[in-house]
């Protein structure tokens, strides 16, 4: 059975910095891009960022880059996004997502959950100001 478990978020102020987890089960994690997403309340779901399977290349949204950085220890059957300079915008509950054969372009038009089969049950992020 895939299982994706989120896990690091909480309350930070804006300006801080906030690392999530994202523990994975089940299936071969080294074959699955892992794809990370969001959701503010009363807003559709928004993806911002993508690994691929072999760390080969990264996608990230023009709402997150240069802010945050994602990575992923196969090893482990981990993934992880550092988030710096949070502001209240990034409030939000921050989803993973996993599947096979995304290559996570960089220059996506268009990265959407219809992309992924397989899903963790989310961590809320919170940005004060």
């Known amino acids: 059975e895939v299982q994706l478990v989120e896990s690091g978020g909480g309350l930070v102020q804006a300006g801080g910095s906030l690392r999530l987890s994202c523990a994975a089960s089940g299936f071969a994690f080294g074959d699955y891009a892992i794809g990370w997403f969001r959701q503010a309340p009363g807003k559709e779901r928004e993806g911002i960022a993508c690994?691929?399977?072999?760390?080969?290349?990264?996608y990230y949204s023009r709402s997150v880059k240069g802010r945050f950085t994602i990575s992923r220890d196969n090893a482990k059957n981990m993934a992880y996004p550092q988030m710096n300079i949070l502001n209240t915008e990034d409030t939000a509950v921050y989803y993973c997502?996993?599947?096979?054969?995304?290559?996570?372009?960089?220059?996506?038009?268009?990265?959407?959950?219809?992309?992924?089969?397989?899903w963790g049950q989310g961590t809320q992020v919170t940005v004060s100001s």
């Open positions: 690994i691929s399977s072999n760390d080969g290349s990264r």
């Open positions: 997502a996993a599947d096979r054969g995304i290559p996570c372009y960089s220059d996506y038009v268009a990265f959407t959950e219809n992309m992924f089969g397989s």
